[in-house]
């Protein structure tokens, strides 16, 4: 089993996750962020860190859509390890449904 980032953190991409990770298993698009799940080794400890309960384990029903998303980014996109500044406006974007349309294919730029 692994941990799935899911259609709620996009455009909020609030990396408080990162920093918990012992495994570093997060990388980084634009405006979205991926477990890689061959990296991934269940610990949990990211779900809760999440603000906008956007991480849920892969044998959760809300995760099944996006586990081969989170597999195919986090072979193309950079790890982080550590917590970046987020979206200016992320707070406004945190709850709102449906966004899974706006989800960048492009990498996190420094």
Known sequence: MTYVVTENCIRCKFMDCVEVCPVDCFYA???FLVINPDEC??????????PAEAIFPDSDDRA????????KYSAVWPNITRKGTQPADA???????NKA?????EPHKD
């Open 29 to 31: 698009g634009e405006n």
């Open 41 to 50: 080794i269940d610990c949990g400890v990211c779900e809760p860190e999440c």
């Open 64 to 71: 099944t859509a996006w586990a081969e998303i989170n597999a």
């Open 91 to 97: 707070e406004e974007w945190k709850d709102k449904p």
């Open 101 to 105: 349309e706006l989800l960048s294919p």
